[in-house]
């Protein structure tokens, strides 16, 4: 008898419980040691990363509009992020007189720390394995069995940041900023996640490095997932409210929407945030769909190359095609950015999760995979 | 009895699965959802001059499903569970079956002419009613808690929606609003009541509820009382019973016609069809506590929605108060349920709910289709308005007298025969006092009710409001009233082959309760 | 020692910003405050080795709905109306009377399905180390084939509701 209860039976991956070298139950202590210079070494890198991010999109958008961009500021305006950083520290943080205090304050935060959280489960290698300098660098901060949920989770609570800027600038144009980056953000949310279910049907896991162990068994996900990468990919540009999407800032229109009232590090900090929540949704987009910290075939050139690399350099093609787009597309009309999360995306990304939900069922009924 | 704990077996080891036959089981409330789906879908397609041919559609789905009913209701319902204890097919779900089912073709029936002049969407509400059908549908066949709340949910918030239908009333939203607001607060209390039975019993399967009862001897606990009495407290709003009927004026007054009259038959007896489900399947060893409560309930309901019955001007409003009433009236049978030990008794309690329930869909949806009529042509629906409907609509007037009479509880109708078997139930199981103040409520009632035959005949139409009676389709409303009349008059004559169904209907639930208590 | 920890403060959170919802002068601080005890409900879910309902609560509750209610409330921005402020004060004792009421009848109903001894046997079962309970997997087969119907007919209920909203909003 046919059953639908035969496919979880069967279909799903066992549950694997992270291998750790330390125990955290007998050994509190080293286990926490660790994870504090995992912590200090990834966020390092990430922010790092981050403020030459900003040296880098000026460089190829610059490039691309046959300009020079930052040059000035040591060898080719490589110290540009440097002196930016220390401009945005040294100036004054105004709070408007009708600002609501608190929520003001608060608002960068809430901005800030889900677009940081989202590296905590970030694979860099292995997260099986025991990582750097026996173990005191771990390959993940940490390997949650449900990453992918909680990567929704976080872009979800992301958005609270936006709207209490919006509210408590006492401003209207970033009320209005604020209003449409939320209603942007829970729209493209939506087709975010859907689109990543396809992959999770493929995988039959929720675990980031067993969704890479996967593919690096089989292949990469980008060509079953195709359509549930091209949804993925315009939603998480959506999501993270970059070109051609950045209505929520449109400058003509909103003079900068939400953040508009924000000065010194606490619009620092919202700068920040939507970089590094760019940087999330690339480092996803590489592992869920490009094989993340695995190279792209198991023979010795690629092999001899550590798994790091190859999600940094998968990571700084996503980085690239971002300013490529913004560099290329108009920014798209309030209707129209609608329009395209519920009338194109998602139905290409319900599509796309019961076709792969069809073929999963069928392939495990027939024996094709178990 | 070894038929019993076979069903009792298969209800205790129900396995989590899922086959062919839990979808043949469920049939007829597959039918229904098929056709919902379909409307929806057509309802985007179709020309709006064509949506109201949806209406042909909708009857088609519920006569299929009326028909789907009926023969596994004639071949022998299965008495099995499906989906794990959620779902049960048996006669009692089937009886109910037939109730939704008549009264979702009635109301489609009545809508269009009502709906097509005031400009509110025809293939939404048909969806939407089916929808709601489908809930009760869900409730009458429930075994547990979980799908009798999804199901009672379901038909709530389609009532909802269908209250605030007529946009261009300002009293449309004002009742959608009160109902919404004090509809969400009863489910709260319902499914607090709900976690209560649950944290006691350790399960949502009512069988295994009842089970549990009585292997830990919680017939006494406060706590599983309170769950009892917060449950009771929810269906009582979904039935709208004094005290908590303060929704139903409001609600009944603003809503389209056509929806109050499904809501005073449809929603109301899902509401019983949880009441008698849970009470009687899930918590008989209660029986002492509910049915005093249910008894004084039953006499607070009726007197008040009489009493006020009386001083309404509205028709509208003194049918949803006469709503109220005979809910008053189905509760003194669900009383008279718990007095006895002896299965022919309850049998006698159980069937006099059963067969109240049906021939109330017939004659208050009469009532109600009758009112739309008037409301169409003359405008109001005031009692005014039904002045001298014996001279220009002698044959509605005529149909409309015959529906009040036989709300009124005077042979030869079916409402005598309900009352008289509510009554007879609540004498034979020594609730003779409640079968009293219901004979004297009865007596209450036939002043509003004549009051407005004596309008229909004796008050002459005035010339200027001659003038200005509308015209309006008839056809789909006459064919209602007719079926409604010839069911209430075959009621009220040959009640045999319904009161052999309601007591086939009537029987599951003894069974489970006797298997369950051991006897 | 961590988890009991990351317990308390996640209850006490809970408790203070759930008080906080209700006193809070401004409509606004009361979203947050709503917030803030979202969050902190999804972390006592963690620790109760629910994983999924911990996702869930925060994508559905934190992300979609309350994100719509500060959508609202910062549109019209409300003011005043609060239990403290409430100048009928009948009605004001009547509200924290009530509340209070309930809020012991609840602790009572704790305490005594604690000393009553008939605590369900889940609780071994569920801190075992290999306990799949909560996962997302047992989370799925549950939904999938004990609670099939009930979870299906919540997607009619949802498309009912949908429906009901866009006729309801629709503007002529």
Redesign the interface.
């Known amino acids: 008898?046919f059953?639908?209860?035969r496919f979880?039976e069967t279909g799903?991956a066992p549950?694997v419980a992270p291998e750790q070298a330390v125990n955290p139950q007998t050994d509190?202590l080293i286990w926490f040691l660790q994870t504090f210079i995992t912590l200090f070494v990834i966020m390092n890198v990430v922010l790092v990363t981050m403020a030459y991010q900003t040296w880098a999109e000026r460089k190829v958008i610059a490039r691309m509009q046959l300009r020079h961009g930052p040059n000035q500021t040591g060898p080719m305006g490589l110290l540009q992020p440097i002196a930016d950083a220390v401009k945005m520290l040294g100036k004054e943080f105004v709070v408007p007189r009708e600002a609501?205090k608190p929520?003001f304050m608060i608002a960068p935060i809430m901005s800030f720390i889900p677009a940081v959280a989202a590296f905590a489960i970030i694979p860099w290698g292995d997260a099986r394995s025991e990582g750097l300098l026996g173990g005191w660098i771990r390959p993940a901060i940490a390997n949650l069995?449900?990453g992918i949920?909680?990567m929704?989770?976080?872009?979800?609570?992301g958005?609270?940041g936006i709207?209490?800027a919006?509210?408590s600038s006492g401003n209207k144009y970033s009320?209005l900023g604020?209003?449409r980056s939320?209603?942007q953000v829970?729209s493209y949310?939506l087709t975010l996640?859907i689109s990543l279910i396809g992959v999770l049907i493929q995988s039959g896991t929720?675990n980031l490095n067993d969704i890479v162990r996967q593919q690096q068994a089989s292949i990469w996900f980008i060509f079953p997932q195709f359509f549930g990468f091209v949804v993925f990919l315009i939603s998480g540009i959506a999501e993270t409210n970059r070109n051609p999407f950045d209505l929520p800032e449109a400058e003509s229109e909103l003079v900068a929407g939400f953040h508009l009232e924000y000065s010194g590090m606490s619009f620092g900090l919202f700068y920040l945030a939507e970089y590094i929540s760019m940087n999330a949704i690339a480092a996803l987009a590489a592992i869920l769909f490009f094989g993340g910290w695995a190279p792209p075939f198991d023979i010795v050139p690629f092999t001899l190359i550590p798994g790091p690399i190859w999600l940094f350099l998968k990571f700084a093609f996503f980085l690239f095609l971002y300013y490529w787009i913004r560099s290329t597309l108009p920014r798209f009309r309030y209707d129209q950015l609608m329009g395209l999360a519920w009338k194109v995306l998602f139905p290409i990304a319900l599509a796309n999760l019961v076709i792969t939900a069809v073929v999963k069922l069928i392939g495990v009924h027939m024996g094709w995979w178990v | 009895m070894s038929f019993l704990t076979n069903t009792l077996l298969q209800i205790s080891t129900a396995k989590p699965s899922f086959s062919g036959d839990d979808l043949y089981r469920i049939l007829p409330e597959l039918i229904v959802l098929v056709m919902a789906v379909l409307i929806v879908i057509l309802d985007l397609f179709l020309p709006k001059r064509s949506r109201p041919a949806l209406g042909y559609l909708a009857i088609a789905g519920y006569v299929a499903a009326l028909v789907a009913t009926a023969s596994l209701f004639y071949y022998g319902n299965p008495n099995k569970t499906s989906f794990s204890g959620m779902f049960i097919r048996d006669d009692f779900s089937s009886f109910f079956e037939i109730i939704f089912l008549i009264s979702g073709i009635l109301v489609v029936l009545v809508t269009p002419s009502y709906s097509l002049k005031r400009g509110i969407p025809i293939g939404e509400t048909y969806a939407i009613q089916a929808f709601s059908v489908l809930g009760m549908m869900i409730v009458g066949a429930s075994g547990d808690l979980m799908a009798i709340f999804v199901g009672i949910e379901l038909t709530s918030i389609c009532s909802y929606i269908l209250t605030g239908f007529a946009r261009n009333d300002p009293g449309s939203a004002e009742g959608s609003l009160k109902y919404f607001l004090l509809g969400i607060f009863a489910t709260a209390i319902l499914v607090y009541g709900m976690t209560w039975t649950f944290g006691m019993t350790g399960s949502t399967n009512l069988v295994a509820i009842s089970q549990s009862i009585q292997r830990n001897g919680l017939a006494t606990d406060p706590g599983l009382t309170l769950g009892m009495l917060l449950m009771v407290v929810g269906f009582g709003f979904k039935i709208a019973a004094v005290p908590f009927h303060l929704w139903t004026p409001d609600a009944y007054e603003g809503a389209p016609t056509p929806v109050a009259a499904f809501m005073s038959v449809g929603p109301k007896a899902a509401g019983f069809a949880a009441l008698l489900r849970v009470l009687i399947q899930g918590l008989p060893e209660l029986a002492a506590q509910w049915s005093v409560i249910i008894a004084v309930l039953a006499v607070l309901t009726m007197t008040l929605g009489n009493v006020v019955a009386i001083a309404q001007t509205s028709v509208k409003r003194m049918l949803a108060y006469s709503s109220i009433a005979h809910t008053g009236y189905i509760m003194v049978g669900l009383a008279a349920y718990a007095n006895t030990s002896s299965p022919e008794r309850q049998n006698d309690a159980i069937s006099s709910v059963l067969i109240y329930s049906l021939i109330y869909v017939f004659m208050n949806m009469g009532a109600f289709a009758i009112l739309i009529y008037v409301q169409n042509r003359q405008g109001g629906p005031d009692v005014d308005d039904f002045d001298g409907l014996g001279t220009w609509a002698p044959g509605i007037a005529l149909a409309m007298a015959f529906c009040l009479l036989s709300l009124t509880g005077i042979p030869p109708t079916g409402g005598f025969l309900g009352k008289f078997y509510v009554f007879r139930a609540a004498i034979d199981n020594g609730y003779t006092w409640l079968a009293i103040v219901g004979v004297l409520n009865s007596a209450v009632s036939a002043f509003f009710y004549l009051r407005i035959i004596y309008t229909m005949y004796f008050n002459p139409l005035k010339d200027e409001a001659r003038a200005k009676l509308q015209p309006t389709k008839t056809g789909f409303i006459t064919a209602g009233v007719v079926v409604i009349c010839i069911a209430i008059l075959l009621l009220g004559i040959f009640p045999d082959p319904a009161l052999n169904l309601a007591r086939d209907g009537a029987n599951p639930l003894i069974y489970v309760v006797r298997a369950t208590s051991g006897s | 020692m961590v988890e009991q920890v990351v317990l308390i403060v996640a209850g006490a959170l809970a408790l203070v910003s759930a008080l906080g919802v209700v006193i809070m002068p401004n409509a606004v601080y009361s979203a947050l405050m709503l917030l803030l005890n979202l969050v902190s409900l999804a972390t006592l879910f963690l620790m109760l080795h629910a994983q999924f309902m911990f996702a869930a609560q925060l994508v559905v509750y934190a992300g979609a709905i309350l994100v719509l209610f500060l959508f609202v409330v910062t549109l019209l921005n409300p003011q005043g109306e609060n239990i403290l402020r409430d100048k009928r004060r009948l009605q004001q004792a009547g509200t924290i009377s009530m509340g209070l009421f309930m809020g012991c009848l609840l602790v009572g109903a704790l305490l005594y399905a604690f000393t009553n001894g008939n605590q369900p046997v889940l609780a071994a079962s569920v801190t075992s180390p290999n306990s799949t309970y909560g996962t997302v997997e047992d989370f799925g087969k549950a939904l999938f084939t004990q609670f099939l119907l009930p979870f299906e007919l919540t997607s009619l209920l949802l498309l009912v509701a949908l429906i009901g909203a866009v006729v309801l909003g629709k503007r002529k």
């Open positions: 008898m059953s639908p209860a979880f799903a549950i509190p609501d929520v069995n449900i949920l909680y929704l989770a976080l872009s979800s609570v958005v609270y709207i209490m919006g509210y009320m604020a209003l939320s209603g829970v949310e996640g929720l």
